[in-house]
């Protein structure tokens, strides 16, 4: 099957609706409501086949519902998939694109008091509720790319018990290099607003266009309200740093670097969870604007010397636009349940 956008999926598309409990907790007021678009492959209305499970958890500012959408000049991933199946190059499989995104502009992944519990809402509830809806074989793999290549890392060191295998592309870590740098413009920013949090939300919301310094400036409060949360404070969010001098708060920002993958992989129970996966799969661009692929490379190397088996791979490329890396990943994932 040649890769153009002409192609129709071949598969359907159906979406659910879960009322989740995992995401009550939330303090930014969005919904618990989600929902979840399932793309079926074809042939599976009309056998009783039974597939793998695949959950796409997507990068800051995205939906799963983005990657089900027509695109110019690059295929979604329903007809990515079909393409790779055609090609032989993998088996069929149900993929889940849940919608997570929040007021922040998005999400880690993980359970917070202020974002909400989203690591129980994808585990817990999500798949189940999935597994008794479809024909499912109780392999799973979670995979994305920037915050949904933390995630599925991060899952991989704390949910073996539900994931089979992970795939993270140009996944957030080392802290230091790829936060710390960014506060002294998130306080610039909010000394407009007096320092004011809310105010500099609010105005983000009611812009006509989030410019790129806002966009860039409400990732790293999404990250506080993810990593370092306060449900006392606007947003749930505090910064670990002194708004007149830039200096570290040092405890909270510990709180955040117990959250990064360089430092969680050195735990017993990071180290467990990852030795039970069947398959780990880590990419990055070695022209990644963010420096991601520093800290990639400081995860490949602590996988070595810990002796757990993985895939690790670098590209020459930025963190842009990268889609066409999951050509490597999706089949690595299905051999490796399979």
Same mark, same amino acid.
């Given at each position: 099957?040649?890769?153009?956008?002409?192609?129709?999926?071949?598969?359907?598309?159906?979406?659910?609706?879960?009322?989740?409990?995992?995401?009550?907790?939330?303090? =930014?007021?969005?919904?618990? #409501?989600?929902?979840?678009?399932?793309?079926?492959? !074809?042939?599976?209305?009309?056998?009783? #086949?039974?597939?793998? =499970?695949?959950?796409?958890?997507?990068?800051?500012?995205?939906?799963?519902?983005?990657?089900?959408?027509?695109?110019?000049?690059?295929?979604?991933?329903?007809?990515?998939?079909? %393409? =790779?199946?055609?090609?032989?190059?993998?088996?069929?499989?149900?993929?889940?694109?849940?919608?997570?995104?929040?007021?922040?502009?998005?999400?880690?992944?993980?359970?917070?008091?202020?974002?909400?519990?989203?690591?129980?809402?994808?585990?817990?509830?999500?798949?189940?509720?999935?597994?008794?809806?479809?024909?499912?074989?109780?392999?799973?793999?979670?995979?994305?790319?920037?915050?949904?290549?933390?995630?599925?890392?991060?899952?991989?060191?704390?949910?073996?018990?539900?994931?089979?295998?992970?795939?993270?592309?140009?996944?957030?870590?080392?802290?230091?290099?790829?936060?710390?740098?960014?506060?002294?413009?998130?306080?610039?920013?909010?000394?407009?607003?007096?320092?004011?949090?809310?105010?500099?939300?609010?105005?983000?919301?009611?812009?006509?266009?989030?410019?790129?310094?806002?966009?860039?400036?409400?990732?790293?409060?999404?990250?506080?309200?993810?990593?370092?949360?306060?449900?006392?404070?606007?947003?749930?969010?505090?910064?670990?740093?002194?708004?007149?001098?830039? #200096?570290?708060?040092?405890?909270?920002?510990?709180?955040?670097?117990?959250?990064?993958?360089?430092?969680?992989?050195?735990?017993?129970?990071?180290?467990?969870?990852?030795?039970?996966?069947?398959?780990?799969?880590?990419?990055?661009?070695?022209?990644?604007?963010?420096?991601?692929?520093?800290?990639? %490379?400081?995860?490949?190397?602590?996988?070595?010397?810990?002796?757990?088996?993985?895939?690790?791979? !670098?590209?020459?490329?930025?963190?842009?636009?990268?889609?066409?890396?999951?050509?490597?990943?999706?089949?690595?994932?299905?051999?490796? =349940?399979?």
């Amino acid at each position: 099957m040649p890769k153009h956008p002409f192609n129709r999926p071949r598969g359907r598309i159906e979406t659910m609706t879960i009322e989740s409990k995992a995401l009550m907790n939330n303090v =930014l007021g969005d919904p618990v #409501e989600r929902s979840v678009a399932v793309y079926l492959p !074809e042939g599976y209305d009309g056998s009783t #086949e039974t597939y793998p =499970l695949f959950v796409d958890i997507v990068g800051f500012t995205g939906s799963g519902f983005k990657h089900i959408g027509w695109s110019a000049f690059q295929e979604n991933l329903p007809q990515q998939i079909d %393409r =790779l199946i055609a090609e032989e190059k993998m088996g069929p499989v149900v993929i889940a694109f849940p919608d997570c995104f929040t007021s922040l502009g998005g999400n880690q992944y993980v359970n917070s008091s202020a974002m909400g519990n989203w690591e129980d809402f994808l585990c817990d509830e999500m798949v189940p509720e999935l597994e008794s809806s479809f024909r499912l074989n109780g392999n799973r793999a979670i995979f994305g790319k920037s915050s949904g290549g933390y995630g599925a890392i991060v899952h991989g060191m704390r949910r073996s018990d539900v994931w089979g295998a992970i795939a993270c592309h140009s996944g957030d870590m080392d802290f230091d290099i790829c936060y710390r740098s960014d506060f002294p413009g998130v306080l610039r920013a909010l000394a407009n607003y007096d320092f004011n949090i809310r105010a500099f939300v609010d105005k983000v919301h009611a812009g006509k266009k989030v410019l790129g310094g806002d966009f860039h400036n409400l990732m790293i409060l999404a990250m506080a309200a993810s990593y370092d949360p306060d449900p006392s404070e606007p947003f749930g969010i505090r910064l670990p740093v002194e708004t007149d001098t830039c #200096e570290m708060i040092e405890d909270r920002w510990q709180n955040w670097l117990a959250w990064d993958p360089v430092r969680m992989v050195d735990t017993p129970e990071a180290q467990h969870c990852l030795k039970n996966l069947k398959g780990i799969f880590i990419d990055c661009g070695t022209k990644d604007q963010y420096n991601l692929v520093f800290g990639a %490379r400081q995860l490949n190397r602590k996988l070595q010397l810990l002796g757990i088996d993985h895939r690790y791979e !670098e590209f020459p490329d930025t963190h842009s636009t990268i889609d066409y890396r999951m050509d490597v990943s999706l089949p690595f994932l299905y051999e490796a =349940l399979s």
